[in-house]
């Protein structure tokens, strides 16, 4: 049996992100959906805000959700910058996951900078990606510009922004190694 340590490494070291290409036509279980956002839910918190907030995006409006994108693509690039392919890509990439989080943060600037709820929700997003990984479901963190404009579609209030589309789905990749230089190059060590 393995060491909780051999295990977590496993996990942290073997998560990949795994891009909607690469996902097959099989549908995530409600409860797996819950038990990767329960995840989410024990990450750090200053103050307790606990400020992830997800909309949770399957079926007919995954569909949408790929409309909108387009439509907002259409309205925001200039028309010489248009690109029919990166268009086709928001439905093509809606349809071949089965579901999408939109991570959205709630802010609280009477008790905390901004910067503290952004990096308390990357935490809880981690949570998830390291999940999903265990429960052999593939993720990736996507980040357009786009989702600034999707505050109408994810019916969010005032005080919260989208930061992110979570894409999910099985997937049939091999392990494939992590592309990261040595941690004793980003470390100092300070003693005396
Ligand atoms: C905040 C954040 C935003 C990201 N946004 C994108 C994105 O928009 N498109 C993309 O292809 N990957 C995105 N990624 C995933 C990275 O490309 C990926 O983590 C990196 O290539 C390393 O691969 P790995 O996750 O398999 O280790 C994002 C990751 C993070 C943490």
């Given at each position: 049996m393995s060491t909780a340590i051999e295990t977590l490494t496993k996990m942290i070291k073997g998560r990949r992100s795994i891009f909607p290409t690469s996902y097959i036509q099989k549908e995530i279980p409600t409860t797996v959906i819950e038990q990767i956002l329960e995840s989410a839910n024990y990450a750090p918190t200053h103050k307790l805000t606990q400020p992830w907030r997800f909309v949770v995006i399957r079926k007919e409006a995954k569909i949408?959700?790929?409309?909108?994108?387009?439509?907002?693509?259409?309205?925001?690039?200039?028309?010489?910058k248009f690109m029919q392919k990166k268009f086709d890509s928001f439905a093509q990439k809606t349809a071949q996951a089965?579901?999408?989080?939109?991570?959205?943060?709630?802010?609280?600037?009477?008790?905390?900078?901004?910067?503290?709820?952004?990096?308390?929700?990357?935490?809880?997003?981690?949570?998830?990606?390291?999940?999903?990984?265990?429960?052999?479901?593939?993720?990736?963190?996507?980040?357009?510009?786009?989702?600034?404009?999707?505050?109408?579609?994810?019916?969010?209030?005032?005080?919260?922004?989208?930061?992110?589309?979570?894409?999910?789905?099985?997937?049939?990749?091999?392990?494939?190694?992590?592309?990261?230089?040595?941690?004793?190059?980003?470390?100092?060590?300070?003693?005396?």
């Open positions: 949408r959700l790929g409309q909108t994108l387009g439509q907002l693509y259409t309205a925001t690039v200039p028309a010489e089965d579901c999408i989080l939109a991570v959205n943060i709630q802010f609280h600037p009477d008790k905390l900078p901004n910067w503290e709820e952004i990096a308390a929700v990357a935490c809880a997003v981690q949570n998830m990606a390291l999940t999903a990984e265990a429960l052999n479901v593939g993720a990736y963190w996507s980040s357009p510009p786009l989702i600034d404009d999707l505050g109408e579609f994810l019916g969010l209030a005032a005080n919260e922004k989208c930061f992110g589309l979570f894409y999910m789905g099985y997937h049939e990749e091999e392990p494939r190694e992590a592309n990261r230089t040595p941690i004793a190059d980003k470390v100092k060590w300070l003693e005396h």
